[in-house]
């Protein structure tokens, strides 16, 4: 069975139509990012990309935290290059509206304060190039995005420590509410898949942490561009930052790392780097009870 590659692609959707699924993988991928930020900060591009991925349309207040921190030539400057990306010039221009006449407002910005969620209602209405009632997270187009977190990035650069701080406990606030926001009432058939894998091996908590993460940044693309190809968590190199997002201390994850390696869960390299394997990622996806005895169990003689 070949993995499921759609499975790279999951969207945090604004139309309350995501699967169980994908809401748990989008809520830990928001988890992850919490952590490295509250540990590392939010400065970089590829960070306040995958933010505005996790967060969707509540990135369009993100620009007017940093507004004010930025004097009045500087910020004429920004909110003309926001307007050249067809990021909405409202966005930072702060004007409300009392009364939202325009498209029906994605759930996701119900996470907001009452100001800002005007503010967003606002945008929606007014911008004629604005998002479509596909039920997409399209604040912006696609190929927008990485030029909307280079934008913020450099805003974030020029607004100073008082200014940076602001945004970043701001960014983090977002994020939980994003996170508490994704969950769901039954389990997703990922978390029962792991339930059942961690019962049959005895798995600790920062053991089944582990394969959680390193299927999530081989199965998903936009965790798998920050926290693989970018922060290199599955190398040598990235470990601080691998340490960090799952809460673990060097100690355990190298007896974990020993563990799943004996077990053939995860491949190790000689220069440290380690993935999941393929038949560990196919049982996550699809917990057939064939597929562990064929993968995991040894046939023995009679």
């Known amino acids: ?31 992850y990012l919490q952590r490295h930020v509250e540990r590392f900060g939010c400065r970089g591009s590829e960070t306040l990309e995958l933010a505005c991925r996790v967060l969707g349309t ?26 050249e990306i067809d990021v909405y010039s409202d966005a930072v221009q702060g004007s409300l509206s009392s009364h939202s006449t325009g498209p029906k407002v994605p759930r996701e910005l119900k996470c907001l304060t009452r100001e800002d969620r005007r503010e967003v209602e606002e945008m929606l209405s007014r911008s004629d190039d604005g998002p479509e009632e596909t039920g997409d997270d399209r604040f912006a187009m696609e190929a927008d995005l990485s030029d909307f977190a280079e934008l913020l990035n450099r805003m974030l650069r020029k607004s100073g420590a008082k200014g940076a701080a602001q945004f970043r406990r ?52 936009p965790a798998e561009s920050f926290f693989d190809s970018h922060l290199k968590c599955g190398e040598f190199c990235g470990r601080k930052y691998l340490l960090n997002v799952l809460r673990i201390g060097n100690p355990e994850l190298l007896e974990a790392i020993d563990k799943f390696d004996r ?11 380690i993935s999941i394997e393929d038949d560990m990622t196919k049982y996550l996806q699809n917990a057939q009870g064939s597929l562990l005895t064929k993968h995991f169990y040894r046939r023995t003689p009679k």
């Open 1 to 31: 069975m070949a993995i499921d590659r759609r499975k790279r692609h999951f969207r945090a959707n604004e139309n309350g139509c995501e699967t169980a699924d994908e809401r748990f993988i989008w809520g830990k991928t928001a988890q």
């Open 58 to 83: 509540v990135s369009l207040t993100l620009p007017k935290t940093l507004m004010a921190s930025l004097g009045a030539r500087a910020a004429a400057r920004f909110a003309e290059e926001l307007a």
């Open 170 to 221: 701001r960014l983090t606030r977002l994020i939980e509410r994003r996170i508490q926001g994704l969950k769901c009432r039954s389990r997703s058939n990922l978390q029962k898949n792991l339930k059942s894998f961690a019962e049959i091996f005895s798995l600790t908590e920062p053991e089944q942490e582990l394969v959680l993460f390193l299927f999530i940044i081989k199965c998903h693309g």
């Open 263 to 273: 077990l053939g869960i995860i491949s190790t390299y000689s220069d440290g780097e």
